[in-house]
Structures are given as C-alpha cells and as structure tokens.
C-alpha cells in the first residue's frame, strides 16, 4: 500500500490557463476530499466523493473548478482559467468512510499561478 | 471557511521540554484527529480520537478528547528537534457532513 498518491507534486502556470490535478487514493477507501491550503492556514474543506458520487462542495468552490471521481478511484480536480488567487496547496485525502473513520492525506499539489 | 481555533498559534520550546496545545470549536465533535506536517508536505495522521473523554497515546504524543466534545488536547512529551513542524486538529461535527474541518495549527519550533 503506497498511500495516496498525488500529481504532479508541483504546478507552475499563467493566468487565464487550465490546470487538472490527479489524486489516487488508499485502494480501499470509499471516501476521497480535495482540501486547499495556503501559506499559514490550515487546510480547507473543497469537496468530497462517497464513491463515484459528489455528496458535497464548499462555497470555495467557484464555477471554475471542477472535481471528479468517474469510476470511484481516482480523482482530478480541474482549474479553468486560473486567477493569481488559485495559488496554493491543493490536497487530497481518503478515508474508509463513516465518522469513526480516520483521513489520509497525500503529499499534496503546489500550484503557483504567474 | 470554518475553522477550528487552536492555542498556541506558536511556541518556543527547548529539545526535552514537554508540550501542550488545545484545539476549541463552538459546535460538538463526533472525532477529533490531529495531523503533523512538515512544509511542502501534506499533514501525517499522529492520533484519532472518537468518544468524549477518551485518552489516547502514540508514543511520546498523548491526546484527549474533551469531555464537552468541543475541544480536544494534544502533549508531546521530551520534545526532541523532529518535532519541529505546524500540528492541525481536525473533526467531524455532529451535524451529520462527513467533510473535516481543520483548526488553524500549531507552530512548534525545539531548540536544541
């Protein structure tokens, strides 16, 4: 088991570009979340997957991004037309599902819009 | 969004020192975990807590879930310098969203 996986680790791209982020979760794990971080914040909820399904999205997530978990493993998060703003730490993380059920992150996506 | 607060938002230890912090939330929690992460990482599980009361330990870090289910503590004993790091609670409310709320974290610096 390699944990969750995401890529690319690091993302640097112009303004007004589209970005797709991938996330493979703990191969077991039903439930999959995209959280966003920036510098000296923790971690903010974006959305999640009870398996192929979008139960639920934060306000965060603005008409330009778009999450999806089309076969109940992976998962990519899509950035269209990218805003200086969008520059951050994007996180993915798993878990079995349940509220007595621990999350897992990956080591995360750095995306830095110039 | 919302966010858990955490205290200390920073602190200054000497290396064998032992640690406290807390985590409070204005609404109940059903599980408390608390995460470590280094930067450019993402945060690492250290412990999970999932009844009122519950004491729990992993290795030199203990933690407790708060009686009132709206706050939670962590204790790192004999701080050694690989504890550097920003330490984040996080939770499920009782509100029945499956989704983790973080606090805002702990920044821990050892000196050696």
Known sequence: ?114 | GQQLNQSPQSMFIQEGEDVSMNCTSSSIFNTWLWYKQDPGEGPVLLIALYKAGELTSNGRLTAQFGITRKDSFLNISASIPSDVGIYFCAGHTASGTYKYIFGTGTRLKVLA
């Not at chain 1, 999959?32 to 999205?57: D, I």
């Not at chain 1, 330009?64 to 990218?82: D, N, V």
């Open chain 1, 1 to 114: 088991d390699t944990g969750v996986s995401q890529d690319p680790r690091h993302k640097i791209t112009k303004r007004g570009q589209n970005v797709t982020f991938r996330c493979d979760p703990i191969s077991e794990h039903n439930r999959l979340y995209w959280y966003r971080q920036t510098l000296g914040q923790g971690p903010e909820f974006l959305t999640y997957f009870q398996n192929e399904a979008q139960l639920e999205k934060s306000r965060l997530l603005s008409d330009r991004f778009s999450a999806e978990r089309p076969k109940g493993s992976f998962s990519t998060l899509e950035i269209q037309r990218t805003e200086q703003g969008d520059s951050a730490m994007y996180l993915c993380a798993s878990s079995l599902g349940g509220f007595g059920t621990e999350a897992f992150f990956g080591q995360g996506t750095r995306l830095t819009v110039v």
